[in-house]
């Protein structure tokens, strides 16, 4: 599998570099024009954004009852926010798979790799719902559909915390967990083993999760940093290429349209916050 990584990351690099070589020799020409101060400035929030994503991986982990070094969460998130930057259309499936692998060499189970990973996705696309918000009040119509994704996902852990507070809601959940495990495997082949006693172990995982008010309050915190820092980062690296006058609507809505872009993926198990 990391071999078929390296590979498709040399591929997809190589291509995309072909593809774009004029603009690039362009920005090259123009490197000297740019104002370093907001190019550092552009660097220390993405820097930060990274950071606020690693660190809601751990409380996730932490709340399955795995240890991981935040070091160890920050390196693996890095390298696969780059299989997913760089790899065309499949980048996010694979960053999935490589952050997974990660995970499990770190020290988590595989339920509690997988959950993360799930929960991860399901916590960055709420915070995501400000930035569309903010995206949608400026004036984008465009965020519309991200609002609304954001809205049925939060609908959906809602739903998934009522139905853990009963028997027959667990009943439920274990069925359609198994029905969706089942239908990936006919798919995709993954994951291994039967449906039943993976999604046993699933749910068990869930139920072991210790997710507080505090614990809660800190993804929703780093969630929130993850998304903004990296609009800021956007915004810095447009006033640092000498461009003034757009306004902050504009910005979101390149923004936005670059994160519905970059978080399209055509294989299953696409993780988090990218």
């Known amino acids: 599998m990391r071999a078929a990584a390296i590979i498709a ?8 570099v072909y593809s774009q070589q004029s603009a690039i020799g362009e920005g090259l020409r123009n490197v000297r024009d740019l104002d370093w101060v907001w190019v550092a400035a552009a660097s220390l929030v993405e820097v930060l954004s990274m950071l606020a994503l690693a660190l809601l991986y751990r409380a996730l982990l932490q709340a399955s009852q795995a240890r991981l ?3 160890w969460i920050l390196a693996s998130s890095y390298t696969a926010n780059a299989i997913s930057t760089t790899v065309p259309v499949i980048g996010p499936g694979i960053a999935s ?3 997974y ?4 060499e770190g020290g988590a189970d595989p339920a509690a790799a997988s959950l993360t990973l799930t929960l991860a996705g399901i916590a960055s696309t709420v915070t995501l719902a400000t930035v569309v918000t903010a995206a949608v009040l400026s004036g984008n119509p465009a965020a519309a559909t991200g609002g609304l994704l954001a809205a049925a996902m939060l609908t959906a852990a809602v739903t998934i915390a009522v139905q ?3 028997q027959k809601g667990r009943e439920r959940l274990l069925r359609l967990i198994a029905f ?6 006919r798919i995709t082949h993954r994951p291994k ?4 006693t993976l999604a046993q172990a699933i749910l068990a995982s869930i139920q072991r999760l210790q997710l507080g008010a505090s614990a809660l309050a800190r993804l929703l915190l780093w969630g929130l940093v993850n998304w903004w820092a990296d609009v800021a980062c956007l915004a810095f690296a447009i006033r640092a290429a000498g461009i003034t006058g757009l306004s902050a609507g504009k ?6 349209a670059g994160a519905g872009a970059a978080s399209l993926s055509l294989t299953p198990r696409q993780a988090s916050a990218r």
């Open 9 to 16: 990351i040399c591929v997809g690099t190589t291509a995309a």
């Open 69 to 71: 070094t935040v070091t």
């Open 97 to 99: 798979r490589q952050a």
């Open 101 to 104: 692998r990660q995970f499990r």
């Open 164 to 166: 853990l507070r009963s």
């Open 180 to 185: 969706s495990l089942h239908c990936s495997q």
């Open 193 to 196: 083993g039967q449906a039943q």
């Open 251 to 256: 910005i979101l809505l390149v923004w936005t």
